[in-house]
């Protein structure tokens, strides 16, 4: 089966800057389509969970008590392009608004709750590198897009050869 990367936090991780986690309980789902691998960039890179948030500003990532932390960013950023790799992973679904993972937006580093269009640093790297990053909605629309398909080719295969026997 191919494989997908989700971030972690969305399949229920605790990983979150504040410890929590931003589970979406319908991208489990994706198991039915892929083996899925969970990957937090923030964990992996080497920061505590939980820890003081982070934000880009000028190319760079700082935390709140202006600490420049890019080099954890960049160090889960190489991680989770070499899992791909090694994997064979083409297609990532990671939460949109993180400094890591944004697919579309990122907050603007002025830490007052306010994002703008940008991408996180773990998102930026394997979109340069080939593999397709979708956020959490798209992933979810594409989700049903598959299940949609699969429930038209059940239906099909039940009209021509009648209903699967237990
Ligand atoms: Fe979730 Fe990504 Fe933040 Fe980790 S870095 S908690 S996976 S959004």
Known sequence: MEK???SACL???????D???????GLMDFTKFY?????????EG?????RIPSEIKNGAVVNKEGEDVTRYFEHGARKALNICSFLGIRLAILKDGSPSCGVHEIHNGRFDGKKIPG??????????????????QEGLALLSELLEKQAKKEMKQTKEHGPRRK
């Not at 083996?35 to 964990?43: K, N, W």
């Open 46 to 50: 080497g920061l505590p969970t939980p």
């Open 119 to 136: 991408m996180g640093i773990t998102a930026a790297k394997l979109q340069e590198k080939g593999i397709q990053v979708l956020n959490e």
């Open 19 to 25: 410890g929590g986690d931003n589970l979406i309980e």
């Open 4 to 6: 997908i990367l989700i």
């Open 35 to 43: 083996d899925v691998v969970p990957f937090c960039p923030e964990v």
């Open 11 to 17: 399949l229920g991780e605790k990983t979150r800057y």
